[in-house]
């Protein structure tokens, strides 16, 4: 079956941001745009994409498992977009500030450049040290499941997003507590009298 292919941000601009192929799978598309372009399996490999299907991209669901690559669905058009990220990692990042602190707590002891101010100096030399190993022991988070998670469309009724989802189990509560509501089942009736 005939669907587009869009390609997103900076493979869009290299391979061209829509191509149309006869695929059932987003892998066939990928294993395609191979074939077409020399350099795509290269520069694919080298990033990181995110994959969704849908009319639009505002609309469009984003596939959370690398198995559903090669699933097959309905009429619908494929993305792949590339996954943004920041200019510095959190190691490098530590590692900078980490250095930037030992060397102004080094000048500050040191050498007599600053004077009065060398108390100063290195209290910021030792906040940045601090700030510096905080960096590396932090995990870094993969935002797009929680951005994912917020967005996801309720299928039981208009209103607000689903939290729980099919299969998933439901807490019982002995007592009186403080908490909100979970949707286990509902109904709407259209009666035209």
């Not at 061209?16 to 074939?35: M, N, Y």
């Not at 990181?48 to 559903?68: N, P």
């Not at 060398?118 to 960096?135: K, N």
Request: proline letters at 3%; charged letters at 20%; glycine letters at 12%.
């Amino acid at each position: 079956m005939l669907r587009n292919v869009h390609l997103v941000g900076d493979i869009g601009e290299r391979y061209g941001s829509t191509h149309v192929f006869d695929v059932s799978t987003v892998g066939e598309a990928i294993r395609l745009l191979a074939a077409n372009f020399k350099d795509f399996r290269s520069n694919f490999r080298e990033g990181e994409y995110y994959v969704a299907r849908g009319e639009d991209l505002d609309s469009a669901k984003f596939f959370e498992h690398e198995s559903e690559v090669q699933m097959k669905f309905d009429d619908c058009d494929y993305w792949i977009i590339p996954r943004l990220e920041g200019s510095a990692s959190n190691k490098s990042k530590g590692i900078g500030q980490i250095f930037l602190g030992a060397t102004l707590l080094a000048l500050a002891i040191f050498t007599p450049v600053f004077g009065p101010y060398a108390f100063s100096v290195g209290v910021l030399g030792a906040g940045l040290i601090l700030a510096g190993v905080g960096t590396l022991l932090t995990p870094t988070v993969d935002d797009n499941q929680d951005d994912r998670q917020e967005d996801r469309i309720t299928y039981t009724f208009g209103g607000a997003v689903n939290r729980l989802e099919q299969g998933n189990a439901i807490p019982i509560c002995y007592g009186r507590f403080g908490v909100g509501s979970i949707v286990v089942a509902t109904s709407l009736t259209a009666r035209d009298n």
